[in-house]
């Protein structure tokens, strides 16, 4: 098992950018896949970006391609977001989480806001 907490966000106008940092502890945190999404108010939660264990393999939803960039730090069991030219659109709460051997994300973050004004 993992524990995953998000930190980094907070407001910004559209065109800045955020890094939002996922501390994970527990097992041994370089063994899993990680994930990064997202969930607007009255929306459903959408993937974002993901990354392999090594970091040697990142995918990006079309929406943050381009503007997003999802790293790891294994020696300090960290995942980041690097989030550049900002838009409103991207306001939404933002979870990390891990993929397991059960080929899902079964650990997850308590999120952390993110809110872009025009």
């Known amino acids: 098992q993992v524990q995953l907490v998000e930190s980094g966000g907070g407001s910004m106008q559209a065109g800045g950018s955020l890094r939002l940092s996922c501390v994970g502890s527990?097992?041994?945190?370089?063994?899993?896949?990680m994930g990064w999404f997202r969930q607007a108010p009255g929306k459903e939660r959408e993937f974002v970006a993901d990354?392999?264990?090594?970091?040697?393999?990142?995918y990006y939803a079309d929406s943050v391609k381009g503007r997003f960039t999802i790293l790891r730090d294994n020696a300090k069991n960290t995942v980041y977001l690097q989030m550049d030219s900002l838009k409103p659109e991207d306001t939404a709460v933002y979870y990390c989480a891990a993929y397991t051997n059960e080929n899902r994300y079964d650990y997850w973050g308590p999120g952390t806001q993110v809110t872009v004004s025009s």
């Open positions: 527990g097992e041994t945190f370089d063994s899993y896949d």
């Open positions: 990354i392999n264990w090594s970091g040697s393999s990142t």
